[in-house]
């Protein structure tokens, strides 16, 4: 308490943000922090876990679904590599997580989640791979109501100034436009899904859709993906952090916005529907996306 009233009194408000937001750094990405500077964090043995998945498709709750098996089940070092890139560094967050994989990604120990895009790691055979997908044609109209409305902004000052006029310019468009702007980068996203983890190792992915419509098929296959058999006052837990059977009201104000499968029919117009179809025709294919 003294430290904290010297500081206060001491420094200039500036210098007292930094030391706090520093201080904060430090407590919560702390683990982070170590392995892009290639230390050691954990000493266990247990196969490491990434978890990939993309935004808008239940990454948030998935990260606490995951987070509370791995506190029951797996009893891995958590991590959140993304998140601390994402507030903290000025840099684009996969290509500091892709130039720095040789020493932040460990075969054994480590929670890597959630990844919201594919890495290029070493040795990725050595990896316990969970992989949930939604069709990406609804991922990119729920982005754009995302950026416009509810995604956080990042800590960094300088990340947030350029988010925020990102936001400005996204917020001129209409979601055709946005859509037809944006729908390269997220088809790399899901070509590279498709190829380097479906195709090339035959990784079994977990369904968006699932997760909302049928609930006990998802949870069962996601135990599998663990090789673990979730006990069910777990999976009850589990739903309850979903929100239960609550009913989700359309706001666009809202983290969770709509979640219902086939939002794309209703916000696009036919020829931007005609567009990403022809776009993403074998993406689709692949995932049985109709």
Same mark, same amino acid.
């Given at each position: 308490?003294?430290?904290?009233?010297?500081?206060?009194?001491?420094?200039?408000?500036?210098?007292?943000?930094?030391?706090?937001?520093?201080?904060?750094?430090?407590?919560? !990405?702390s683990?982070?922090?170590? /392995?892009?500077?290639? &230390?050691?964090?954990?000493t %266990? +043995?247990?196969? #490491?876990?990434?978890?990939?998945?993309?935004?808008?498709?239940?990454?948030?709750?998935?990260?606490?679904?995951?987070?509370?098996?791995?506190?029951?089940?797996?009893?891995?070092?958590?991590?959140?590599?993304a998140s601390y890139?994402w507030?903290?560094?000025?840099q684009?967050v996969?290509?500091v997580?892709?130039?720095?994989?040789?020493?932040?990604?460990?075969h054994?120990g480590?929670?890597?989640?959630?990844?919201?895009?594919?890495?290029p790691?070493?040795?990725?055979?050595? !990896?316990?791979?969970?992989?949930? /997908?939604?069709?990406? &044609?609804?991922?990119?109209? %729920? +982005?754009?109501? #995302?950026?416009?409305?509810?995604?956080?902004?990042?800590?960094?000052?300088?990340?947030?100034?350029e988010f925020?006029q990102?936001?400005?310019?996204?917020?001129?468009?209409?979601?055709?436009?946005?859509?037809?702007?944006?729908?390269?980068?997220?088809?790399?996203?899901?070509?590279?899904?498709?190829?380097?983890?479906?195709?090339?190792?035959?990784?079994?992915?977990?369904?968006?859709?699932?997760?909302?419509?049928?609930?006990?098929?998802?949870?069962?296959q996601?135990?599998?993906?663990?090789?673990?058999?979730?006990?069910?006052?777990?999976?009850?837990?589990?739903?309850?952090?979903?929100?239960?059977?609550?009913?989700?009201?359309?706001?666009?104000?809202?983290?969770?916005?709509?979640?219902?499968?086939?939002?794309?029919?209703e916000?696009?117009?036919?020829?931007?529907?005609?567009?990403?179809?022809?776009?993403?025709?074998?993406?689709?294919?692949?995932?049985?996306?109709?």
């Amino acid at each position: 308490m003294y430290l904290r009233q010297t500081i206060k009194t001491l420094l200039p408000n500036k210098i007292a943000k930094e030391i706090k937001e520093n201080y904060k750094k430090n407590k919560v !990405y702390s683990n982070e922090i170590k /392995l892009l500077k290639g &230390r050691e964090i954990s000493t %266990s +043995n247990q196969t #490491s876990v990434l978890f990939f998945t993309t935004r808008k498709c239940a990454s948030t709750y998935m990260n606490n679904c995951i987070r509370y098996l791995n506190e029951k089940y797996l009893h891995l070092m958590s991590v959140n590599l993304a998140s601390y890139v994402w507030h903290y560094l000025n840099q684009e967050v996969y290509k500091v997580l892709e130039e720095k994989q040789a020493v932040a990604f460990r075969h054994n120990g480590i929670l890597y989640s959630p990844l919201r895009q594919y890495v290029p790691i070493n040795n990725l055979e050595k !990896y316990c791979i969970v992989l949930m /997908l939604r069709d990406p &044609r609804d991922v990119i109209v %729920s +982005n754009y109501y #995302s950026i416009n409305y509810s995604h956080t902004l990042p800590i960094n000052e300088n990340q947030q100034k350029e988010f925020l006029q990102y936001r400005q310019r996204v917020q001129q468009q209409t979601v055709d436009e946005y859509v037809r702007e944006r729908a390269e980068r997220f088809h790399k996203i899901y070509s590279e899904y498709c190829h380097f983890l479906i195709k090339d190792r035959n990784i079994k992915w977990l369904r968006y859709e699932d997760f909302i419509q049928d609930f006990d098929l998802w949870v069962k296959q996601l135990g599998e993906c663990f090789n673990i058999d979730i006990e069910e006052k777990d999976i009850n837990a589990l739903f309850e952090l979903k929100g239960g059977n609550k009913k989700v009201e359309e706001n666009k104000l809202n983290h969770i916005r709509k979640a219902l499968p086939g939002d794309h029919k209703e916000k696009l117009k036919t020829e931007t529907q005609d567009f990403l179809n022809k776009k993403f025709k074998d993406i689709l294919l692949t995932l049985n996306y109709e």
